[in-house]
């Protein structure tokens, strides 16, 4: 397999480039430093798999759509510090594959590599606990939502937001707000679609990240349409 290491910290891309050559079927054919980098090496390779921190310094989670925009069965694996499950959910929205955290030990590493190279997604067990513990399903995920584009808001919504984060239901929302079940059924299903998220805890998960609420009303209360 071709791979192609992007990371802008030189210890960082020292380390796994000594790592994998220990593999004889591993072949790292260029390393990227920042985003422009990565395109072009992609350009100019025929890679199979691009192993990335997407957050360390000169890249942004922007460049994996538009990689796998020219080569879509480009595979991606992300390696970046711990990160939160809002963040993880949109990288895997993004088009990466598999994820692994940096202090994942060496077999680990390896084996995320192989198994994505065979079509297989990899997690390791600590990203694998972070998404869980976020209430998500990996496959709930709206991967064919993603967009670059901002995500715009109008003030009712926002105020939707708040309070389907501090466990109001539909009927509560509605009788605040002196609007029909309807309208708030309506103004959800407007709202999940924006975020690309499937579920009430999707919608908290971004209220938290987006400091809507504080961390200590992250309820995940089940769907409620009464």
Same mark, same amino acid.
């Given at each position: 397999m071709k791979l192609i290491l992007a990371?802008?910290?030189?210890?960082?891309?020292?380390?796994?480039?000594?790592?994998?050559?220990?593999?004889?079927?591993?072949?790292?054919?260029?390393?990227?430093?920042?985003?422009?980098?990565?395109?072009?090496?992609?350009?100019?390779?025929?890679?199979?798999?691009?192993?990335?921190?997407?957050?360390?310094?000169?890249f942004s989670i922007d460049v994996i759509p538009q990689i796998l925009q020219k080569k879509p069965d480009l595979s991606v694996v992300a390696i970046t510090p711990e990160q939160s499950a809002q963040t993880l959910v949109n990288a895997l929205r993004s088009g990466v594959k598999s994820y692994i955290k940096k202090d994942c030990d060496s077999?680990? !590493?390896?084996? %995320?590599? /192989? #198994? $994505?190279?065979?079509?297989?997604?990899?997690?390791? +067990?600590q990203i694998l606990e972070t998404i869980r513990d976020a209430s998500i399903d990996v496959n709930d995920i709206?991967?064919?939502?993603?967009?670059?584009?901002? !995500?715009?808001? %109008?003030? /009712? #919504? $926002?105020?939707?937001?708040?309070?389907?984060?501090? +466990?109001?239901?539909?009927?509560?929302?509605?009788?605040?707000?002196?609007l029909s079940n309807h309208t708030i059924n309506t103004h959800r299903k407007n709202i999940m679609a924006k975020l690309g998220v499937k579920n009430t805890a999707g919608?908290?998960?971004?209220?938290?990240?987006?400091?809507?609420?504080?961390?200590?009303?992250?309820?995940?209360?089940?769907d409620s349409n009464s």
């Amino acid at each position: 397999m071709k791979l192609i290491l992007a990371d802008s910290n030189e210890i960082i891309r020292i380390g796994l480039r000594t790592l994998l050559s220990t593999e004889r079927n591993i072949q790292i054919v260029g390393e990227a430093r920042n985003n422009e980098e990565l395109i072009a090496l992609n350009k100019a390779f025929d890679a199979n798999i691009i192993l990335v921190d997407y957050t360390s310094k000169g890249f942004s989670i922007d460049v994996i759509p538009q990689i796998l925009q020219k080569k879509p069965d480009l595979s991606v694996v992300a390696i970046t510090p711990e990160q939160s499950a809002q963040t993880l959910v949109n990288a895997l929205r993004s088009g990466v594959k598999s994820y692994i955290k940096k202090d994942c030990d060496s077999s680990e !590493i390896i084996d %995320s590599i /192989r #198994e $994505t190279w065979r079509g297989n997604k990899f997690f390791c +067990g600590q990203i694998l606990e972070t998404i869980r513990d976020a209430s998500i399903d990996v496959n709930d995920i709206d991967f064919e939502s993603f967009s670059c584009e901002p !995500i715009t808001l %109008s003030e /009712r #919504e $926002t105020e939707i937001i708040t309070m389907i984060s501090e +466990g109001l239901t539909n009927i509560m929302i509605a009788d605040s707000l002196c609007l029909s079940n309807h309208t708030i059924n309506t103004h959800r299903k407007n709202i999940m679609a924006k975020l690309g998220v499937k579920n009430t805890a999707g919608i908290v998960i971004y209220a938290v990240k987006t400091n809507l609420v504080s961390p200590n009303k992250f309820l995940f209360a089940a769907d409620s349409n009464s």
